[in-house]
């Protein structure tokens, strides 16, 4: 079984100042890893994912993703957020099951920017 | 705009009512999947389709039935409403899961 575990559920943060939004998840097999975001009555948008490869993966509006195997973590990371950037963003891993792909998402977390 | 359409956006239900949740993908994608949405637990899938013609249970398939009507459609129905299943409901859809998700815009059920 694979689990995904957002450690915050609230990051308020001033305009301009770095975020970083803290992913874990377990798994016994190799996996994806996928950070979405969620503006207010909007569904999902996919904001970066982690297949293979380089850990650094970098997405839309600036976003970026460190995987780190060793920590099982995927914290997800903007230099420098905008009032935009308010959202609630999502973590997910999935893994190959009999054919198909299920991906498990986190709680959430609500990224509120101060101006 | 290609993407995944869902219908209707809005739905308020008396206890013990049934409905069907629409969706539908125009980009071929060959898996489809529901999800519910709550306060402070994420996302929760309910069942999805690898593929034209197969369902499979998720998570929470309690009180639910789909139907994977051809590739680009797949409903999520309700036979008897409950209080509890007041949510907000996601349709997705994928090519590959290692792809990433496309998501539809949601369905705001409150049953009362």
């Known amino acids: 079984a694979q689990s995904v575990t957002q450690l915050d559920s609230q990051v308020p943060v001033f305009e301009e100042a770095p975020v970083e939004l803290r992913c874990n998840y377990s798994s016994s097999v190799s996996v994806y890893l996928f950070w979405y975001v969620q503006y207010p009555n909007q569904g999902l948008q996919l904001l970066l994912k982690y297949l293979s490869g380089s850990t650094l993966v970098k997405g839309i509006n600036g976003f970026e993703a460190e995987f780190n195997k060793s920590q099982t973590s995927f914290h997800l990371r903007k230099p420098s957020v905008h009032i935009s950037d308010t959202a609630e963003y999502f973590c997910?891993?999935?893994?190959?099951?009999?054919?198909?792909?299920?991906?498990?998402f986190g709680r959430g977390t609500s990224l509120i920017v101060h101006p | 705009n290609a993407g995944v359409t869902q219908t209707p956006k809005f739905q308020v239900l008396k206890t013990g009512q049934s409905m069907t949740l629409q969706c539908a993908q125009d980009m071929n994608h060959n898996s489809m999947y529901w999800y519910r949405q709550d306060p402070g637990m994420g996302l929760r899938l309910i069942y999805y389709?690898?593929?034209?013609?197969?369902?499979d249970k998720g998570e929470v398939p309690n009180g639910y039935n789909v139907s994977r009507l051809n590739k680009r459609e797949f409903s999520l129905r309700l036979e008897s409403a409950a209080p509890s299943q007041t949510s907000v409901y996601f349709c997705?859809?994928?090519?590959?899961?290692?792809?990433?998700?496309?998501f539809g815009s949601g369905t705001r059920l409150t049953v009362v």
């Open positions: 997705a859809s994928s090519e590959r899961g290692d792809y990433g998700y496309t």
């Open positions: 389709s690898a593929s034209e013609g197969t369902t």
């Open positions: 997910a891993v999935s893994h190959a099951s009999g054919g198909s792909y299920i991906p498990t």
